[in-house]
């Protein structure tokens, strides 16, 4: 085109015209990818879709053909993570028999067209399968063979691509068409489905590369997804609190309970509360029956208190704040910490006396001041180390100090039942029954109620998997069994001794010397008391740590642990520089503190029981939630029922002869018959375990609404 300036001008449309005809000599001469002219053939004349079928939808066109993977030149390589479907497509992958007569397959093609490419008339509309276009002709069924005709001269006729139509696959229910491919064969057992849900995953079960199936879980089940849960490091101090323990590290199988609770129940000072229960004038029988009484009523605080522990993984005393409330739950754990610190300074007094005890009479130290101090300090060091560090380490030391107990009990046992006299035993006259009642109480108190607001810590790290009532099983099997063979076989050698009764009763392990051992015996007799009094404290101080916290101090469970072992100490070393017997301990105070305990294990494990959800976890730690503040209905009756349990307990001790109280009222002598019998504390638990039953159903339920 001449540009000079006698050059002729042309208008933008004329340029325009121009351009597009070129542009479309120029395409024209590219080959395009399809099918190659049938020499002899006509070509087919082009036509317009018709209007009334377009505006309805109705493909008009040539057949197109279906993708597939398998018309690909190279098969897709399954390298990696495979992208994970829906199980209808599984269902649907079932091949749909075709009533077409079979042919052979068109050869692969190259490429597939771009849309750009291809004739507006044969472009696609929305909804329609997207096409491959073959090169070349489409192969012809084989026939008998005729002789071609020449093809006729004249210009070659324009390329046309075939498409072939998709075959249509059945809708499955409740969807809508869907497209698949060849994913090899299908073993679907129809037995195998279930009719919850059309599309659920479980529904397929095949060879084919089908979702595999989950297990259904609750609704506010925590589900722990990847790898299995692994314990923590033993020596990297346990960081959870009062949260819930993280799931990967709920490791703990139900068996596990039985071990964290044999070696703190394991102590030989057991067999001085048999002495005990003798000196009360209980013969041999009733002295069994009053013992497996009174460790059946432990399984109530300990068995719930774990189930409680597995459930929210959570410490007892923020549990508790479900049945009294997130402020008002400041009461009861101002009483577990009081309790915890009381026996806490009672098993540090006991490991300290035994070994001053032993040291004396195996000729190792003039007095009992040094060996005592000794292991006061190296008991409270031990164990504050252990319940620092937490849980791992804890259930390690629990599993070696299990062992070495079982063993040690077995070597004591067999050394002194040469000292065992059957005939005379037995021969032990009945007592009033209503002992019987203060036995059962006191090894109620000195088993179920001592570690009844300890019972969630040992059982918060046990798998989301694991059985609650398995759990519960083998807690209560593993804290009950040693107490129950220990207090039993104290009462045995009592009643066949009745002139050591008494020793036995104050100071056991001097009781034990008395009965002539061997020289190698006093070895395994320290080792068969401290190593179980260490244990128990172990428990106490690692539990005391998360009542500090629950009471609002939130040091960290760390330092809690640490500053809760301060006081435990203190009242140790008082109770070792002003007590020297044991009965005045476990029949004075631990029965006062046992009636408020009792009231609210009563409340709590009721409520337990009441419960058809588990606990709402977040609810448990901040005010706002589906917990109240207060909960006064069990607030109230934990002060009644403490009142009027303690009004029907009676104690040595001169400043606790207030207690009693209503036998005083009732004309009942306190001193003798049923007022001995401290069954103020069986009355509190009752008192408490009624309550919710007759009044507390309805806030339960609103608990659990507001957690749905």
Same mark, same amino acid.
């Not at 395009?32 to 002219?37: H, N, Q, R, W």
């Not at 398998?70 to 479907?85: A, I, K, S, Y």
């Not at 750009?116 to 997207?130: G, I, K, M």
């Not at 059957?422 to 029954?433: F, S």
């Given at each position: 085109?001449?540009?000079?300036?006698?050059?002729?001008?042309?208008?933008?449309? #004329?340029?325009?015209?121009? @351009?597009?005809?070129?542009?479309?000599?120029? =395409?024209?001469?590219?080959?395009?990818?399809?099918?190659?002219?049938?020499?002899?053939?006509?070509?087919?004349?082009?036509?317009?879709?018709?209007?009334?079928?377009?505006?309805?939808?109705?493909?008009?066109?040539?057949?197109?053909?279906?993708?597939?993977?398998?018309?690909?030149?190279?098969?897709?390589?399954?390298?990696?993570?495979?992208?994970?479907?829906?199980?209808?497509?599984?269902?649907?992958?079932?091949?749909?028999?075709?009533?077409?007569?079979?042919?052979?397959?068109?050869?692969?093609?190259?490429?597939?067209?771009?849309?750009?490419?291809?004739?507006?008339?044969?472009?696609?509309?929305?909804?329609?399968?997207?096409?491959?276009?073959?090169?070349?002709?489409?192969?012809?069924? #084989?026939?008998?063979?005729?002789?071609?005709? #020449?093809?006729?001269?004249? &210009?070659?006729?324009?390329?046309?691509?075939?498409?072939? %139509?998709?075959?249509?696959?059945?809708?499955?229910?409740? /969807?809508?068409?869907?497209? *698949?491919?060849?994913?090899?064969?299908?073993?679907?057992?129809?037995?195998?489905?279930?009719?919850?849900?059309?599309?659920?995953?479980?529904?397929?079960?095949?060879?084919?590369?089908?979702?595999?199936?989950?297990?259904?879980?609750?609704?506010?089940? +925590?589900?722990?997804?990847?790898?299995?849960?692994?314990?923590?490091?033993?020596?990297?101090?346990?960081?959870?609190?009062?949260?819930?323990?993280?799931?990967?590290?709920?490791?703990?199988?139900?068996?596990?309970?039985?071990?964290?609770?044999?070696?703190?129940?394991?102590?030989?000072?057991?067999?001085?509360?048999?002495?005990?229960?003798? +000196?009360?004038?209980?013969?041999?029988?009733?002295?069994?029956?009053?013992?497996?009484?009174?460790?059946? %009523?432990?399984?109530?605080?300990?068995?719930?208190? *774990?189930?409680?522990?597995?459930?929210?993984?959570?410490? +007892?005393?923020?549990?508790?704040?479900?049945?009294?409330?997130?402020?008002?739950?400041?009461?009861?754990?101002?009483?577990?910490?009081?309790?915890?610190?009381?026996?806490?300074?009672? @098993?540090?007094?006991?490991?300290?006396?035994?070994?001053?005890?032993?040291?004396?009479?195996?000729?190792?130290?003039?007095?009992?001041?040094?060996?005592?101090?000794?292991?006061?300090?190296?008991?409270?060091?031990?164990?504050?180390?252990?319940?620092?560090?937490?849980?791992?380490?804890?259930?390690?030391?629990?599993?070696?100090?299990?062992?070495?107990?079982?063993?040690?009990?077995?070597?004591?046992?067999?050394? =002194?039942?040469?000292? $065992?006299?059957?005939?005379?035993?037995?021969?032990?006259?009945?007592?009033?029954? +209503?002992?019987?009642?203060?036995?059962?109480?006191?090894?109620?108190?000195?088993?179920?109620?001592?570690?009844?607001?300890?019972?969630?810590?040992?059982?918060?790290?046990?798998?989301?998997?694991?059985?609650?009532?398995?759990?519960?099983?083998?807690?209560?099997?593993?804290?009950?069994?040693?107490?129950?063979?220990?207090?039993?076989?104290?009462?045995?050698?009592?009643?066949?001794?009745?002139?050591?009764?008494?020793?036995?009763?104050?100071?056991?392990?001097?009781?034990?010397?008395?009965?002539?051992?061997?020289?190698?015996?006093?070895?395994?007799?320290?080792?068969?008391?401290?190593?179980?009094?260490?244990?128990?404290?172990?428990? !106490?101080?690692?539990?005391?740590?998360? /009542? @500090?916290?629950?009471?609002?101090?939130? @040091?960290?469970?760390?330092?809690?642990?640490?500053?809760?072992?301060?006081?435990?100490?203190?009242?140790?070393?008082?109770?070792?520089?002003?007590?020297?017997?044991?009965?005045?301990?476990?029949?004075?105070?631990? =029965?006062? %503190?046992?009636?408020?305990?009792?009231?609210? !294990?009563?409340?709590?494990?009721?409520?337990?029981?009441?419960?058809?959800?588990?606990?709402?976890?977040?609810?448990?730690?901040?005010?706002?939630?589906?917990? &109240?503040?207060?909960?006064?209905?069990?607030?109230?009756?934990?002060?009644?029922?403490?009142?009027?349990?303690?009004?029907?307990?009676?104690?040595?001790?001169?400043? %606790?002869?207030?207690?009693?109280?209503?036998?005083?009222?009732?004309?009942?002598?306190? #001193?003798?018959?049923?007022? !001995?019998?401290?069954?103020?504390? $069986?009355?509190?638990?009752?008192?408490?375990?009624?309550?919710?039953? $007759?009044?507390?159903?309805?806030?339960?339920?609103?608990?659990?609404?507001?957690?749905?």
């Amino acid at each position: 085109m001449e540009t000079g300036p006698g050059a002729e001008r042309h208008s933008d449309d #004329e340029l325009a015209s121009a @351009l597009e005809r070129e542009v479309a000599r120029i =395409t024209s001469a590219i080959p395009v990818v399809g099918t190659a002219a049938v020499p002899g053939a006509e070509p087919e004349p082009e036509s317009e879709p018709e209007p009334d079928a377009e505006e309805d939808g109705d493909w008009i066109g040539p057949p197109t053909q279906a993708i597939s993977f398998e018309d690909l030149p190279v098969r897709r390589q399954m390298e990696g993570p495979q992208p994970t479907f829906s199980a209808w497509v599984g269902a649907a992958a079932r091949p749909v028999p075709s009533p077409q007569p079979e042919r052979p397959a068109p050869a692969p093609p190259s490429r597939a067209e771009p849309l750009s490419f291809v004739p507006p008339e044969l472009a696609l509309r929305d909804s329609q399968p997207l096409p491959l276009l073959a090169e070349g002709p489409e192969p012809e069924p #084989e026939t008998e063979h005729e002789p071609e005709p #020449e093809p006729a001269a004249g &210009p070659a006729p324009p390329v046309v691509p075939r498409i072939a %139509l998709a075959p249509a696959l059945p809708d499955l229910p409740g /969807t809508g068409p869907v497209v *698949t491919h060849e994913l090899g064969p299908i073993d679907a057992t129809s037995a195998r489905i279930d009719t919850d849900l059309h599309d659920d995953a479980d529904d397929v079960h095949s060879t084919a590369p089908s979702p595999v199936a989950s297990p259904r879980v609750a609704l506010d089940e +925590t589900v722990l997804s990847g790898a299995e849960p692994v314990p923590a490091p033993l020596f990297e101090p346990e960081e959870a609190d009062l949260e819930p323990s993280a799931v990967d590290r709920r490791v703990g199988r139900a068996a596990r309970m039985f071990w964290l609770w044999f070696a703190g129940t394991s102590s030989l000072i057991s067999i001085g509360v048999g002495a005990t229960l003798f +000196t009360l004038g209980l013969s041999l029988r009733q002295l069994l029956v009053a013992t497996l009484v009174g460790v059946a %009523l432990s399984f109530l605080p300990l068995g719930l208190g *774990t189930l409680a522990g597995k459930w929210s993984g959570q410490p +007892t005393m923020v549990v508790s704040r479900a049945t009294f409330g997130l402020r008002g739950n400041a009461i009861p754990a101002i009483l577990a910490l009081l309790t915890k610190l009381f026996w806490g300074a009672v @098993l540090l007094w006991l490991a300290g006396t035994a070994a001053g005890s032993l040291a004396v009479s195996w000729g190792g130290a003039a007095d009992r001041a040094t060996p005592t101090a000794v292991a006061l300090l190296a008991a409270i060091l031990i164990a504050g180390l252990v319940a620092y560090f937490g849980y791992a380490l804890v259930a390690r030391v629990q599993l070696l100090l299990t062992i070495a107990s079982a063993a040690l009990i077995s070597v004591m046992i067999a050394g =002194t039942w040469r000292h $065992v006299d059957l005939v005379r035993a037995l021969a032990v006259p009945d007592a009033l029954w +209503t002992h019987v009642v203060t036995g059962a109480v006191l090894v109620f108190s000195y088993l179920g109620l001592a570690w009844a607001m300890s019972s969630a810590e040992v059982a918060r790290y046990q798998r989301p998997t694991s059985s609650g009532g398995a759990a519960m099983l083998w807690a209560t099997f593993g804290a009950g069994v040693p107490p129950f063979v220990l207090v039993s076989y104290g009462g045995l050698l009592a009643a066949s001794h009745p002139g050591l009764a008494d020793r036995l009763a104050s100071d056991p392990v001097s009781g034990f010397v008395a009965l002539g051992l061997p020289g190698w015996f006093p070895v395994p007799l320290l080792l068969a008391v401290g190593l179980s009094l260490i244990s128990a404290l172990v428990l !106490t101080m690692y539990s005391a740590g998360f /009542t @500090l916290d629950a009471l609002g101090v939130r @040091l960290g469970r760390r330092w809690s642990t640490v500053v809760a072992g301060g006081p435990i100490a203190l009242a140790g070393i008082v109770l070792a520089l002003t007590v020297t017997d044991l009965d005045s301990v476990i029949r004075g105070v631990p =029965t006062a %503190l046992s009636v408020p305990v009792a009231a609210w !294990t009563g409340l709590f494990a009721a409520e337990t029981m009441l419960r058809e959800r588990r606990f709402h976890q977040p609810s448990l730690l901040a005010t706002g939630g589906v917990y &109240p503040d207060w909960r006064w209905v069990n607030l109230g009756m934990l002060f009644v029922a403490s009142a009027v349990g303690l009004g029907l307990v009676s104690s040595d001790l001169p400043w %606790l002869a207030w207690e009693g109280y209503l036998f005083r009222l009732l004309g009942i002598d306190p #001193e003798a018959g049923i007022g !001995t019998s401290n069954i103020g504390v $069986v009355v509190a638990l009752v008192l408490g375990l009624v309550t919710p039953l $007759v009044a507390g159903i309805p806030a339960v339920r609103r608990q659990e609404r507001g957690v749905a």
